[in-house]
């Protein structure tokens, strides 16, 4: 729509972007639950080993840590900011910013590690960049909704402590 039809300049930049947020939201997740879905449709769930079940269980543990620190905000499945009060930095927060990725991350790859082949692994390293690329989308929402997570950034790892 041209301007001087009252779609003013935002709607010109966002007709000029590949895609809108909630698209880009939509296509992270779609990629998300499809290589988790095809992960856990392939091999065992229930790991009979028990040093890959202490990490199944590490991973599960950190994903509930996760899901209660962030009890207190509106959380929302897709990586879109929506009405959350306040940007969490308590409990696994103040080592990771992202411990709910992690958590799928190592469970996943526990999975892989048990039942490996060269498929569940490709899908694997397509859910790994997935979640690279998703992680840098809302980090750059964050940044323009939380006036302190530039700071909270310098003190966290993005993904997986000591490493990235």
Request: hydrophobic content about 50%; some cysteine.
């Amino acid at each position: 729509m041209p301007p001087c039809q009252g779609g003013g300049a935002s709607s010109i930049l966002v007709s000029r972007s590949f895609m809108n947020n909630k698209t880009k939201s939509l296509v992270f997740d779609f990629f998300q639950i499809a290589s988790m879905t095809f992960i856990f449709l392939t091999g065992p769930i229930i790991i009979s080993n028990i040093i890959l079940l202490f990490f199944q269980m590490l991973a599960i543990f950190i994903l509930f840590e996760a899901v209660w620190e962030m009890r207190r905000t509106k959380y929302y499945r897709v990586p879109d900011i929506g009405k959350q009060n306040e940007l969490v930095k308590s409990g696994i927060y103040k080592y990771v910013r992202n411990p709910m990725y992690l958590s799928q991350l190592l469970f996943c790859a526990v999975l892989i590690i048990n039942l490996f082949t060269l498929y569940r692994l490709i899908v694997y390293l397509i859910f790994l960049i997935n979640f690279i690329f998703k992680i840098q989308y809302e980090e750059k929402l964050l940044n323009t909704y939380f006036r302190e997570f530039p700071t909270y950034k310098k003190t966290t790892w993005r993904l997986i402590p000591f490493v990235y």
